[in-house]
Structures are given as structure tokens and as C-alpha cells.
């Protein structure tokens, strides 16, 4: 039997026209027994009864009766690999086993079909591939649905980001941070996993915008007046939203100062460079010594934008 | 209406149990009909097996708080869960082997009854043909903190913004025929933000802290079409978005604000205020993504992105009292109107090829551009009953602003497997663009400000498998700086992240996070000095699969420092600003299985989490519990929980202190 993957004629000649770089990737990345062939999803089931019935517990069954790309009768082997030589031999070398083997071997098997997941830049822009974190690190294949050890669905996605991701799970343990904790959200709801346009993997939301907007839609704008930071650096410009000591996840412990260190460009910025150049400057009756002006969102109550007021009072 | 909710959530699992008990002997007897066509569709798609059809599990009872010791404002800011019967979570898994309608459904939820997070999902998939996800949220958000922004303020002055507010979220997205050839899907979603709060009313010379009703809302519509060719992907999408802000500031009360000493010898004062926004805001997007692997050694991606929503505002503001125009001039009402109208035409593309010259080697170029250039005009009319005057003074302004953002990313990395083991890689990212932004900031006059962006990084890294049961992953990336927009941007920065992870035995693990950050800006005037050190390790122990005890345990240490010049608004000179966060946090989770009951193991859980932190703003948050699982039949579980919620801000900001026992007691139903 041929690989189930049938070329256009075009791309299958331009494939051709390659030159031995492309066959030498193909060699190399071969990760069954050389001349394997398949043999079919019943062969496999005479050994892996087990495995095979919780694959059909599993959405994976659908490859089953796959005809579009091939699989129907190899749910296995779509996976696997051919297989006809691990039935021989029954060695476990002989067969792919992504669980187990090499991201850079486990990760072209998922993406035979996974390649077009909804991440916008395609999978391999994720920070995960790039770091080789396999598919199977997060998803079974065999397993049915998971089980009930909590009835909260975003606990189960944070927990599992969790394992690796412990710096973060330790920021959550913060006072003032998203509600998490209490399964109200997950990590997903902010980051993709499989990869994203914006940097740290975040979702995005109507198309191009940050994915912060998605629940906090007043923010979005546009403003006839824009705070600038909040187009330019985004949220995480005075905002730690994994979790922080300061109310309202802010990352400073005073207002004052949130505001103070970008606003204090007059003839500073030196060097014959705009460094830091943007900012603007406080003007000069805001005396700190005074309660009023310790806590500039007293008065700039918009700064995130606003519709009608330059200065952002309302 | 809440418990009426929680009513039929606690009952959907019995009466579904019950259409279970009936369908059984259908499931022996099937129906001639429904025999044949099972059969007829078996060749086609084989049957997931459906041991059971029906599987559920519902947490419900009773949370109780004996006492809310100190700041109850702070209590509700940070934790805010309430007293009285709840439906801590339910899910119901349903698969039908007859694959009628659908072949499986799945709804949950998760703290109905009072919350202060409520949550509802649905799942329904047939197989090639549908799959339906409904998501539901509704989020508490209260937010009155006595010492936000400025612990050192007088009474007077504390808890000037603060909100009593519900934020509602709805997403339904459906998907036909999926894993198909062609996929359409279409998609709603909606975020709603309403309640109440405080809010500053604010003039020259005084503030007014005065009630807001906020109520804003966002919808989004889509719907697009997958398409999967033998060795390309392509999806379209097209959406819309409509967006209202009908936000309300008002008061009918006398207010003397936060100057009742008066201002130049006189009482400012506000006596009735309306301030009303009418927001309306549109816009449509468009999505294109196309992923494609022309030949064996070679992947590429790219989209385009579109989006270009508008607001136009209608904004209206009647204020009566005494207030200070300028100079010695007061006024006594203000009638102001105005108009505007925004857009912000934004553009994002991005290429990637993923080149495999030999199968030990990768090649990933990537290329970003983002783009939005936001315009707006506005007209503000307004007339001031001047003190003294005969007739209102009129005033008008035509304002027209502009910003511009050109965002454009080249990265570039190797990465190479020396071994199957060992992957090491490198690789160059250049940053590059420019904004141009209104150049008032704070500041009432000024041109506007131009900045440009510009850094070179350099990208490393190794990933280690010495063995399968165990890695470690080591980032690191640094740049020299040469232009960023503002002073707190990364400019001359290292960063390094590491992870590992261990398996000593089956049942033994550990592992550890760890990542150093290390900024500097030496400009003159700016000489900024940020350094952020965060660690975490931790062991799950589960001795023969923990079945009989577990133990997940974690401690984590972070430290941040961060030092920068800024001016003194009143006198314009330089002075140091300087923040320190030296944290410590622990979480463990023990479980241990007791004596045989009646049908099953008692279960005994205990531990919690803890934060403390030192430097600018010293915190203590302790969360310790206890739980207890007592299974009573094979289908019922008792439990009961303590957990002590205790939150000790320190120095300044004493006033914040809180603690609180709850107890809970509950059911837990399984079928």
C-alpha cells in the first residue's frame, strides 16, 4: 500500500523537482521500520484490544472511517505509522511511538492533520513547538474524555498548564489576579497554546486585536483621545494579570508612580536617541504632597481612553 | 429565579438517570428500523463505545461563613464567595450509541446559587455532521479597596473609584461537517458589563465622588469556512462587531468634594450632576489563514487580518453648583454636549516557512507586520453660567487627533537535534517601527510626539532528554536596545527561562520553573533598573498511583526590583522611584485514602496555598483547607470542607485586613 497522501500533480512534480535536500528530509525523517507497510486497523486491534477501544472512546475514532485523507481502516497507523513490520516483529522499536518518541518526530504525525488548527500563524509559531513541547504532552489520544476529578472544565485546562507552567500558578496564588483560581476562567481564555499573531502566545480577538478586549470591551475603543501605551505596549504595560501584591493587578504599589516614570520626559531623553522619548510630562501644579494628586486616577479617570476629554477626566 | 436554576441543575442528572433506567431495554430490543440503520452505519463510522450512556457527577450544599473578621469591603475585593445553599458544579456527559441527533453532549456548570462566578457550557457534537459549544459566564467584579493607588490618603479621599459591577459573557460557535473537505462555522459572542460604582466628578481646583451606573456591551458575529485540500488549508472568515456605551455619572445631592475648605475663600460645591455617554460603535473584519506544505521539507503559513471598527459618540453633561472657572472666575452650571467620531483602520499580515533542509535541521522565518492608524475629530460644545455674568459664555472646539502605529517583526531560528535527545537552537529577531501619538500626555500643550522602535535580539536555546523520563528546556534572549517608545520598555535586556522536569520513579516527580529578567535603560534623566527573578519547584508524590496517599506540593520565590528616575511634578526635578516585590509562595494538596465505609474509601485532603511578600507593598494571603469525602452508597458521596481565607496587609495598608472560616457541607451525586 502508498502512503495515503496524494499530491496534486503540480505540487507532486515541483515535490519531484526537489532536490535531494527534500528526499534526504524524507530519509531522515522516516520513524517506522524502512518498507513498512500498512496493515490495517484490525491487524493492529489483535494485540491492542485495549488501546483500541479507547481509541474509539476517543474523537480520534473518526479516523476510522477517514476517507478524505486516507485513513479509513488505519486509524492506527494514521498515528503510527505503517505498521507492517511491528506486526512481524513485534518489537517496539519497529513502530512510532509519539507518546514517547522525540517531539521532533511526534509532532509532524499530529500535524499530517492538525496543521490547520484555528491558531492564525500556524502551529509552528507557537512557542511550544519551538521548545518541542509534543502534542502528547497535553492531549491523549487513547484515553476516553476525561474522567469527573472536578466538575470544572477550567480547572481541569489550568491545571494542566500547571504542570509546567508553575511560576505562573505560584503568581495566582497573588491576592489581586484573574478568577482562576475559582474556575471562572483558564489559561486558554488569554493564550492559545497552539500559537498566536501577538507575543507570550495571546489570543486575539475581531481578528487583529488583543485578546484582553474579548471580555473587556470598553476598553477597545477606538477613543477620540487614546492613551497611547495601552495601543502601543498594551495591557502588560501597567498591568500584571497573572497575579500581583497591588490592587487591580497593577504593577506598582501607587498610582502615582505607575505614571510618574513614563511621564517625566522634559529634556531627559538624551543621547541622540528617542529612548524612552514618549511620555510626555506632569504639569507643574500637581504637587505630590498632597493627597489629590498621589492617586491620578482620581482625576483621569478615563486612562484607558477616552471619548471626549483630552486628559482623560471623563 | 436563582433557585429555581438550581433546582432544575440539581434535578437534570436524576431525570436524565431516568431516561437512562428506560432506555435500557430499548438498547436490548431494539427497533427493527433502528436496528437496520445502525447496521447501515456501521461500515461507515464504527461506534464509539458506550459502556454507559450516561455518566454525571453534581457537587451541591451549603457554604457557610460564621464570621468576616475586619475590612468587609477588602473581603468582597479579593474573595467575595457568600453564604447559603450553592450547585458548586455539575457536568453530565450524555453519548448516544444511536447516533440520532447527536452523538455526544456534554453541560456543565459551575457556582450557581449566588456566586460571585457563575458559569454554564455545552457541548453536542454529531460526528462529521455538527458541533455546538455554548460557553456562559457571569463574572462578579467588585473592586473598593481602601488603599488603591494611595495608602497614605486621608479617609476623604480613599475608594473614589470603585465598582459593584457583573460582567456577562456568552460565545456559540457552530461548526458543520466538520472534518470535511469544507467546514462552515459561524459564531456569536457577546460581552456585557453592567452595575454600579464611584466615580470622580472632577473641575478645576475639585473632585466630586459621585454614583455611576455602567453598562457597556460588545457583540460579535462571524462566520467563515474552513477549507482542507490534500496538502493545504485555507480558512476565511468574516465578522462584525457592534458595540454601546451607555455609561451614566450623576448625583442629586449637595457635594462639597474633596476641597471642603473651599477654594480661594469660597465652598465649591456640586448640587446636581447628569453626565450621560451615548456610545455607539461598528465594525467589520476579515480573517484569512492559509497553511500549506507544498513538498515534505517544507511548511508555510500566512494570514491576513482586517479590522476597522468606528465610534461615534453622543455625549451630554449638565452639572449645577459652584465651581472654579480659573483665576477668581467661578460658575455656577455647565450644559455641554459632544460629538465625535473615531476609526481605526488596522491591518496585520504574517508569513512563516518552516524549511527542513535535512531531517536533523529547521529552519523557521517568520515575518509580523501590525498596523492601525486611528482617526478621530471631535466637537465640543458647551455654555458656562458664569458668576456675575449676564449671559451663559459659550464655548467651542474642534479637535482632531491622530495615532499611528507601524509594528514589523523578522525572526529567524535554527534549530538543530544533534542528537534525538539534544536540540539546541539560535536565531535573530529585529523589531522595528514607529508611532506617532498626540503629544499632550498629561501635559495641556505640546506637538505631537513621534517614536520609533527599533531592537536587535538574539534568540538561544536547548531542550535535554537524557532519558524519557526526563528534560529540561533552557531559553534565553537578549538585546542591546537601540530605540523603544517608552521609558519602562525593554531596551537592554537578558532574559533567561528554564524548565525540567524529572520522573525519579513511576510515582515520584519533580520539577522546576525558573526565569531572570534583567532590564536596563541608562538614558540620561531615565537610568532604569529593572530585574525580575522568579523560581518555583515542586514533587507529586502518588505511591501505587495514589491510590492510598498523594502529595502535590509547590514553593515558589520571586524577587523584583525596579529603580527609575522620574520628575517631581511640582518642582520638575529629578527624584528616584523605586519599587521592591520579594515574594514567597507555597501550595500543597495531601490526599489521603482512609478506612473502607460502606462502598468506598474515605478520603481525608488537606492544604492550601500561601503568599507573602515583602518590599513596597508587604502582603500575607493565606487560603489553608481541610476536606472530607465520605462515600455513603455507590452513587453518593458526603463532603465537608474548612478554609480559612486570611489576608494581612502590613504598614500602610493595615486597613485592609480581612479573615474569614467558611464551611462547606455538600453531596456529591454520581451516575
Known amino acids: ?174 491576592p489581586h489576579t484573574h478568577p482562576l483560581k475559582q474556575g471562572a476562567m483558564s489559561c486558554i481564555d488569554c493564550h492559545n497554546p497552539h500559537g498566536s499573531a501577538g507575543l507570550r502566545q495571546t489570543q486575539t480577538a475581531n481578528a487583529n486585536e488583543p485578546g484582553c478586549f474579548k471580555c473587556h470591551g470598553d476598553k477597545r475603543g477606538p477613543f477620540t483621545f487614546e492613551h497611547a501605551p495601552v495601543r502601543l505596549e498594551g495591557c502588560l504595560t501597567c498591568h500584571e494579570p497573572h497575579g500581583s501584591a497591588n490592587p487591580r493587578m497593577l504593577t506598582r504599589h501607587e498610582v502615582s508612580f505607575q505614571c510618574l516614570e513614563c511621564h517625566s520626559n522634559i529634556g531627559l531623553a538624551g543621547g541622540g536617541t528617542n529612548t524612552g522619548a514618549m511620555g510626555g510630562i506632569p504639569p507643574a501644579f500637581h504637587d505630590l504632597r498632597s493627597a489629590r494628586f498621589r492617586n491620578c486616577t482620581l482625576c483621569h479617570v478615563k486612562v484607558h481612553g477616552s471619548y471626549v476629554n483630552r486628559a482623560l477626566l471623563r | ?117 457563575t458559569s454554564f457550557r455545552a457541548d453536542a457534537e454529531k460526528f462529521r455532521s455538527y458541533r455546538l459549544t455554548a460557553d456562559y459566564r457571569n463574572l462578579a467584579y467588585f473592586n473598593y479597596l481602601p488603599s488603591f493607588a494611595n495608602p497614605l490618603a486621608s479617609p476623604a479621599f480613599r475608594s473614589q473609584r470603585a465598582f459593584d459591577t457583573r460582567m456577562k459573557n456568552a460565545d456559540v460557535s457552530l461548526e458543520l461537517w466538520p472534518s470535511r473537505r469544507v467546514t462552515p462555522y459561524f459564531g456569536y459572542q457577546s460581552n456585557y458589563w453592567n452595575g454600579h460604582g464611584i466615580t470622580p466628578y472632577v473641575t478645576t481646583g475639585n473632585e466630586f465622588p459621585v454614583q455611576t451606573q455602567i453598562r457597556n456591551q460588545t457583540n460579535n458575529y462571524r ?80 494570514q491576513f487580518l482586517f479590522s476597522q471598527p468606528e465610534i461615534d459618540v453622543r455625549y451630554s453633561e449638565n452639572a449645577r453648583g459652584l465651581f472654579l472657572m480659573g483665576g477668581d472666575t467661578f460658575y455656577t452650571g455647565l450644559d455641554g454636549i459632544v460629538t465625535g467620531l473615531s476609526r481605526q483602520p488596522h491591518t496585520t499580515g504574517s508569513a512563516t516557512a518552516e524549511i527542513r533542509p535535512i531531517g536533523r535541521l529547521r529552519i523557521l522565518e517568520s515575518w509580523t507586520t501590525d498596523r492601525f492608524h486611528n482617526a478621530a475629530s471631535a466637537l465640543l460644545l458647551d455654555q458656562l453660567l458664569v458668576s456675575g455674568a449676564t449671559r451663559p459664555l459659550a464655548r467651542e472646539r474642534q479637535v482632531d487627533t491622530r495615532l499611528n502605529l507601524n509594528y514589523n517583526r523578522q525572526q529567524l531560528d535554527v534549530l538543530f537535534d544533534i542528537t534525538p535527545r539534544l536540540t539546541v537552537r539560535g536565531g535573530h529577531r529585529y523589531v522595528w517601527g514607529n508611532a506617532l501619538t498626540p503629544g499632550w500626555g498629561l501635559s495641556p500643550t505640546g506637538s505631537p510626539s513621534q517614536g520609533e522602535l527599533k531592537m536587535h535580539v538574539g534568540l538561544a536555546g536547548v531542550t535535554l532528554r537524557p532519558t524519557s523520563r526526563a528534560w529540561i ?101 529629578p527624584a528616584p522611584s523605586s519599587y521592591r516585590d520579594r515574594g514567597h509562595t507555597g501550595t500543597l494538596l495531601a490526599q489521603i485514602s482512609g478506612p473502607k465505609l460502606t462502598v468506598a474509601d474515605m478520603r481525608f485532603e488537606v492544604g492550601g496555598s500561601l503568599f507573602q511578600s515583602g518590599g513596597s507593598r508587604p502582603t500575607k494571603y493565606y487560603q489553608p483547607l481541610v476536606r472530607l469525602y465520605l462515600p455513603v452508597a455507590k452513587t453518593v458521596e458526603l463532603f465537608g470542607e474548612w478554609r480559612w481565607y486570611g489576608y494581612d496587609a502590613q504598614t500602610f495598608y493595615f486597613l485592609e485586613h480581612f479573615r474569614s472560616n467558611q464551611l462547606i457541607a455538600g453531596l456529591r451525586l454520581k451516575i
Open chain 2, 1 to 117: 429565579m436563582t433557585r429555581i436554576l438550581l433546582a432544575i441543575w440539581i434535578g437534570l442528572p436524576l431525570l436524565a438517570g431516568q431516561d437512562a433506567v428506560e432506555a435500557t431495554p430499548t438498547k436490548q430490543n431494539p427497533q427493527p428500523a433502528q436496528e437496520a440503520k445502525a447496521e447501515a452505519q456501521a461500515p461507515e463510522t464504527p461506534s464509539p463505545i458506550a459502556e454507559q450512556k450516561l455518566k454525571a457527577q453534581v457537587d451541591a450544599g451549603y457554604r457557610g461563613i460564621p464570621n468576616i473578621g475586619g475590612n468587609f469591603d477588602a473581603y468582597r475585593s479579593v474573595v467575595n464567595y457568600g453564604e447559603g445553599p450553592k450547585l458548586f458544579g455539575a457536568e453530565i456527559n450524555f453519548e448516544d450509541p444511536k447516533h440520532s441527533a447527536l452523538n455526544r453532549l456534554t453541560v456543565s456548570g459551575h457556582g450557581w446559587g449566588g456566586e460571585p462566578y
Open chain 2, 223 to 302: 462566520g467563515g469556512v474552513q477549507l482542507e485540500l490534500t496538502r493545504m488549508h485555507v480558512t476565511l472568515e468574516q465578522g462584525g462587531t457592534t458595540f454601546k456605551d451607555d455609561q451614566r455619572v450623576f448625583t442629586r445631592e449637595p457635594n462639597a468634594g474633596n476641597r471642603p475648605g473651599g477654594v480661594l475663600g469660597s465652598q465649591t460645591t456640586l448640587n446636581d450632576l447628569e453626565q450621560a455617554y451615548g456610545v455607539r460603535g461598528d465594525g467589520l473584519y476579515s480573517k484569512g489563514l492559509v497553511t500549506a506544505s507544498p513538498c515534505s521539507w517544507l511548511n508555510v503559513y500566512g
Open chain 1, 1 to 174: 500500500m502508498k502512503a495515503p497522501t496524494g499530491f496534486a500533480s503540480g505540487v507532486h512534480l515541483a515535490a519531484q523537482a526537489a532536490t535531494a535536500i527534500g528526499l534526504l528530509a524524507c530519509a531522515a525523517g522516516a520513524q517506522t521500520s524502512p518498507g513498512a507497510q500498512y496493515a490495517g486497523s484490525e491487524t493492529c486491534r489483535a494485540c491492542h484490544q485495549d488501546l483500541y477501544e479507547g481509541l474509539l472512546k476517543n474523537l480520534h475514532h473518526v479516523l476510522e472511517s477517514d476517507k478524505l485523507r486516507g485513513w479509513a481502516g488505519r486509524s492506527c497507523e494514521a498515528c503510527h505509522g505503517p505498521g507492517s513490520v511491528h506486526a512481524e516483529t513485534v518489537a517496539a522499536a519497529d513502530i512510532l511511538n509519539p507518546g514517547k518518541a522525540p517531539a521532533t518526530q511526534s509532532i509532524p504525525a499530529c500535524m499530517k492533520c492538525h496543521a490547520n488548527q484555528p491558531t492564525n500563524v500556524g502551529y509552528v509559531n507557537s512557542s511550544h513547538v519551538r521548545n518541542l513541547v509534543a502534542c502528547t504532552g497535553c492531549h491523549s489520544m487513547h484515553a476516553a474524555p476525561a474522567g469527573l476529578p472536578t466538575t470544572n472544565r477550567n480547572e481541569r485546562v489550568s491545571n494542566l498548564c500547571f504542570r509546567c507552567h508553575t511560576n505562573q500558578r505560584a503568581s495566582f496564588q497573588r
Open chain 2, 473 to 573: 528546556n533552557v531559553d534565553y534572549e537578549g538585546s542591546p536596545g537601540d530605540r523603544n517608545y517608552f521609558r519602562t520598555s525593554l531596551q537592554n535586556y537578558h532574559m533567561v527561562r528554564a524548565r525540567g522536569r524529572v520522573e525519579v520513579t513511576g510515582s515520584l516527580h519533580f520539577y522546576s520553573h525558573f526565569r531572570w529578567l534583567d532590564n536596563q535603560n541608562p538614558a540620561r534623566g531615565i537610568d532604569y533598573k529593572f530585574q525580575d527573578i522568579m523560581a518555583t519547584g515542586g514533587l507529586q508524590w502518588m505511591p501505587a498511583g495514589g491510590r492510598r496517599a498523594s502529595i502535590i506540593g509547590e514553593y515558589g520565590w520571586s524577587s523584583l526590583k525596579s529603580d527609575i528616575l522620574f520628575l517631581l511634578p511640582s518642582t520638575l526635578q
